[in-house]
Structure formats: structure tokens, C-alpha cells
């Protein structure tokens, strides 16, 4: 049995709402984005947009470099007024994506120590980045870096499905989902990723 199914089994057995979700939801195939930088620039055009126009953004993004990953300096090279009307960035995006792209070329930010810190001393590093709060940071602990043992107790997928899950009357606050998530540890980035593919089980059914 490989790793991934044994915390699959670890999962089933600690908690029996979440192991009907596991049983809806099927195998447990997470992508981890490899390129650090490139991680944390799709995390930040995907902030508060739905998931289908962030991809047309993001898609576009890639394809004005070439279908390619950007550089920062190359980032830092492109002017506002294209990353604003010929991409479809926010304002405050460029901004974001510029700020980032210069504490990288600065040295400010080394993403590729990164790996070397504990989750809350990578989070301290990441939110010194205009627009990167807790949460893009933790979809890069997830994501890029494959840590486990996340819960983005601010993610209203999350609690939306939790709620559902656990037959709950109104969206469960932080200390609820800290509390509920006891038993998935240490491995609630997978269950994480459950709760989100059970998202979209649950609207096709209702």
C-alpha cells in the first residue's frame, strides 16, 4: 500500500463524515505546482475570483510571456497599462505580482530556503508581500511545497463544506473547524482537499 493510501486509510478511520466524503470523492490526486515564484503568482491572480475567470486571466497572463513561466525581472519589465488591459489584472494585482517580482530579485524573499522553514516561519516570510495574507500562503504551503498538515481556517469553500458535512446550522467559526479537524491530523491537507472536491459533489447533486 503506498503513502497515499495509508493516510487515505488513516483519514477514513479517524472520522466517519469524512470518510463518506473520501468514498464520494474518489482517488486523491492533488497537483503540486514545482516553481515557487510561478506558485505564488497564480495564487495571487486566483485571489477572489471564481475559478473559471482567474483561468482566463491567468491563461492569459502565460501566454503574453510566450507560454511561459515569467521571470520577475521580466515581470518588472512589463509596464502596468498591458498587465491592466491586455491581461485583465487588477490595479491592485500589478501591484501585488510587482511587489513580489521585486523582493525576489532583491534577495528580500529567497523562496528557495524556503523549504527549510516550519509552516509558520515560511507564513511570517510569504505575508511581508503586498497582497499575500495568510491564506495565499497556505495555499502555497499546500500546493507548491506539499505540506500536510493544513487547514485554511478562512476559506469559505472550506467552511461551506464543512458545514455541510457535519450538518451544521450556520458557517462554523475558526476555533469550530480546529476543533472538528482534531482527528485528521497530521494530515489535514489532504482532508483539506477532500472537503474542496466534495464542494462540487454536493452542487451536482443539489
Do not use: H
Not at 495574507?133 to 493544513?150: K, N, P, S, V, Y
Request: charged content about 20%; overall charge positive.
Amino acid at each position: 500500500m503506498n503513502i497515499d493510501n495509508l493516510i487515505i486509510k488513516y483519514l477514513s478511520q479517524s472520522d466517519p463524515c469524512l470518510e463518506k466524503v473520501i468514498r464520494s470523492v474518489g482517488d486523491y490526486s492533488i497537483k503540486i505546482r514545482k516553481d515557487p515564484f510561478q506558485s505564488l503568482i497564480e495564487s495571487i491572480i486566483y485571489q477572489q475570483l471564481a475559478g473559471r475567470a482567474a483561468s482566463v486571466i491567468y491563461s492569459r497572463f502565460i501566454k503574453y510571456y510566450n507560454n511561459s513561466a515569467p521571470s520577475p525581472k521580466q515581470i518588472l519589465s512589463t509596464s502596468d497599462s498591458i498587465l491592466r488591459s491586455q491581461i485583465g489584472l487588477s490595479s491592485k494585482k500589478v501591484q501585488y505580482i510587482k511587489d513580489l517580482s521585486s523582493k525576489v530579485l532583491d534577495k528580500k524573499l529567497n523562496l528557495t530556503s524556503l523549504s527549510d522553514l516550519t509552516d509558520e516561519e515560511i507564513i511570517a516570510q510569504l505575508v511581508q508581500v503586498k497582497g499575500i495574507g495568510r491564506w495565499t500562503a497556505e495555499m502555497f504551503l499546500i500546493f507548491c511545497l506539499g505540506r500536510q498538515d493544513i487547514l485554511p481556517v478562512t476559506d469559505l469553500g472550506i467552511k461551506k463544506a464543512i458545514q455541510k458535512i457535519y450538518c451544521l446550522s450556520e458557517l462554523p467559526r475558526p476555533s469550530e473547524m480546529l476543533a472538528i479537524s482534531q482527528p485528521w491530523k497530521p494530515y489535514r491537507s489532504i482532508a483539506t482537499w477532500y472537503l474542496w472536491k466534495s464542494l462540487s459533489k454536493f452542487n451536482s447533486i443539489g
